[in-house]
């Protein structure tokens, strides 16, 4: 499997996930949603660990608004 396309398996499973649009991601992300798109269909990205520590430091960020919600119930 080549790191484009695991890349893409990551960002899907990270979206898929978090119930996010492609353009929602993209824009969470800060970058186009067509490049968003190409992402996910294995095209790559320049920047593939900037991505990816990107994808961790929101889901971590979801997870704690998450774990708030769940304690203020």
């Known amino acids: 499997m080549s790191e484009n396309e695991k890349l893409a398996q990551e960002v899907k499973a990270w979206r898929a996930e978090a119930g996010f649009t492609a353009e929602a991601a993209a824009k969470l ?8 798109e190409g992402i996910e269909q294995g095209r790559g990205f320049p920047y593939p660990l900037l ?13 704690a608004m998450q774990e708030q919600s769940s304690q203020s119930d």
């Open 29 to 36: 992300l800060g970058i186009p949603k067509r490049t968003f």
């Open 51 to 63: 991505l990816r520590v990107a994808i961790q430091i929101n889901a971590l960020s979801l997870k």
